[in-house]
């Protein structure tokens, strides 16, 4: 069982950048496909981006294309959000998790290894 630790939110002011990073252990990870997603007060969570096992192919939310950049370093068994040009809009809670190979890296129901989220909120 792999187990996640989100970390790198905060609070920024629009149009300012953050780095999440997530954290493996347990696990090698490069076993599994990630993503990140997220869930704002009141709304239901949704993925945001994700990344296959080996990093050869993205998934980007129509909203954060352009903005948030994902990738992986397999040998620290780490995972980043790199997020630009932050708005209002993004604030929520993220959340990263890991879904085994062999599977679709953008099949959501397979991603069952969740982190304990990190807060981003995005002031105006």
Same mark, same amino acid.
């Given at each position: 069982?792999?187990?996640?630790? /989100?970390?790198?939110?905060?609070?920024?002011?629009?149009?300012? *950048?953050?780095? #999440?990073?997530?954290?493996?252990?347990?696990?090698?990870?490069s076993n599994y496909?990630?993503?990140?997603f997220r869930q704002?007060?009141?709304? /239901?969570?949704?993925?945001?981006?994700? +990344?296959? $096992? *080996?990093?050869?192919? #993205? @998934?980007?939310?129509?909203?954060?294309?352009?903005? =948030?950049? +994902? =990738?992986?370093?397999?040998?620290?068994?780490?995972?980043y959000l790199q997020?630009? *040009?932050?708005?209002? /809009?993004?604030?929520?809670? @993220?959340?990263?998790?890991?879904?085994?190979?062999?599977?679709? =890296?953008?099949? $959501?129901?397979?991603?069952? @290894?969740?982190?304990?989220?990190?807060?981003?909120?995005? *002031?105006?």
């Open positions: 069982q792999v187990q996640l630790v /989100e970390s790198g939110g905060g609070l920024v002011q629009a149009g300012g *950048s953050l780095r #999440l990073s997530c954290a493996a252990s347990r696990r090698t990870l496909h990630m993503g990140w704002a007060p009141g709304k /239901e969570r949704e993925s945001v981006s994700a +990344i296959n $096992w *080996s990093g050869g192919s #993205l @998934y980007y939310t129509d909203s954060v294309k352009g903005r =948030f950049t +994902i =990738f992986r370093d397999n040998a620290k068994n780490t995972v997020m630009n *040009s932050l708005k209002p /809009e993004d604030t929520a809670v @993220y959340y990263c998790a890991a879904a085994p190979r062999p599977s679709a =890296f953008t099949d $959501w129901k397979l991603y069952n @290894y969740w982190g304990q989220g990190t807060q981003v909120t995005v *002031s105006s």
